[in-house]
């Protein structure tokens, strides 16, 4: 049987949600779903959704928004193609970014085609390096992960233009905020969205490594910023 409690954690996570009631700005509601990927059984390239949490498409609103680079596309959770504010680069850079401690000859080639003749599609990178299309989009895809790449996805075509992330938003700083500041706001985002949560949940969500979960949920409860519960017979945490 449902416990008054657990009614109240389920009402208010659909309302902070958009699933009832509206509780949330659009804008507010991306970033703390962010990274929001595309839906699936689409076509590559289409662009981000929230469904069931708007009247219309807002993927049409959506399109908008990467056309003028205000939301960027990247890859995030467990290497999953998704989308955030592109002023939020720094945050999720610092939380996802994959170490590439050692490059294969075709990574390299790749890299310095982009830094000697600028930015340019996969097409363009083939006719200059004589690389197959699959290798060049398997280190393309590597160099993404390590936050060395970004892929312009600001329409549904097939043939983008890749770039030197650091070049192309070089007035950002992208030394803060540190990996465990950022996985800090990442989880109290997460708090946030769902009220009442567990460690297998944020997991699930970001994929991130489960020992970096919970060395990040104790922080916040020695800092004061999560409190530990019991529902339903499992234990959780909340904003305090």
Known sequence: MERPGERAVICLRLKRQNLIGGGTAYDELFRLMSPVPTLYWTRP????????????DDRISN???????????GRFCGGNVGYIFAD??????????REMSLLTKNDETVLETLRTEGAMSIGIIKEITGLLSKEISASLQKLQKAFIVFED????EWDRAWYLLEDEFYQMD??????????KE?????ARLNVYFDEAMVKSFTRLPARDIKGTILSLREEGVLAEGEMGGKKGYILT
């Open 88 to 97: 939020e680069l720094p945050l999720f850079r610092a939380a996802y970014k």
């Open 186 to 190: 990442i989880i109290k985002r997460f």
């Open 45 to 56: 390239g289409d662009s981000p959704s929230l469904p069931y949490r708007t009247e219309g």
């Open 153 to 156: 996805q600001v329409d549904g």
């Open 63 to 73: 399109n908008r928004l990467r056309s003028d680079r205000t939301i960027v596309k």
């Open 174 to 183: 992208f030394t803060t905020p540190t990996r465990e500041q950022a996985l």
